[in-house]
């Protein structure tokens, strides 16, 4: 059997794009059909297109192409592991952001490229395992400094109608039904016996 070239890309919310990592590998000659991406944080491995190269489409001999080594995981342990892998399963990885994967050493002398690329690949992981953190604390920061500026995150809290302090005392006095409360005021049946549990100021 022939063996394969595949690509990866990724990027963290379907917000962004892959273009950029797309480009890369159309310029290396990669078709369409050869692409698996995925829009998903690198924070966990559990992707659906990263989860189909590894259950049903990459073979032994076969290379798989990501732009950066943060493409795979955010995670030092988890890269590790990726790396350890690819390797156990005779899978060539080759990363277009550290120019000694992508070169093509002579049968006998891989051990260059394993010795160059493993060091490479401890100070890269680390880095992206750094980066992650950071974007972790500057999110924090971000929301700790909107609470202080009285930002709310999250759905809009529903107002209490103006005449309900009246109705809800005609309802529990028992002179109208629940039905005609909620007529009244205006409220779907969800929301007025939230506010009814609640009792609360919304």
């Known amino acids: 059997m022939e063996n394969r070239v595949y690509y990866y890309a990724r990027v963290s919310s379907k917000e962004q794009n892959l273009d950029r990592q797309l480009d890369s590998f159309r310029a290396l000659g990669a078709s369409e059909r050869d692409i698996i991406t995925d829009k998903q944080s690198g924070k966990s491995l559990d992707r659906p297109g990263y989860n189909a190269l590894k259950a049903a ?3 032994r001999g076969d290379t798989l192409v990501i732009k950066s080594l943060d493409r795979l995981s955010r995670n030092k342990a988890d890269i590790k592991a990726e790396l350890e892998y690819f390797k156990a ?7 277009l952001d550290l120019p000694t994967t992508m070169l093509d050493y002579p049968t006998g002398q891989e ?3 394993d010795m160059v690329s493993n060091i490479l690949v401890e100070v890269l992981s680390t880095l992206a395992e750094q980066e992650r953190a950071t974007i972790r604390e500057r999110q924090r920061e971000g929301i700790q400094s909107a609470h202080a500026r009285g930002v709310k995150f ?10 309900w302090e009246a109705v809800i005392t005609e309802w529990r006095d ?3 039904t629940a039905k005609r409360a909620m007529e009244k005021t205006g ?14 100021n919304i």
């Open 187 to 200: 409220l779907k049946r969800t929301t007025f016996y939230k506010m009814v549990v609640l009792d609360v």
């Open 111 to 113: 051990w260059v490229l």
């Open 89 to 95: 399963h005779g899978i060539r990885l080759k990363i």
């Open 174 to 176: 028992g002179r109208i």
């Open 57 to 59: 489409i990459l073979r």
């Open 154 to 163: 999250g759905r809009p809290e529903t107002q209490k109608p103006d005449n």
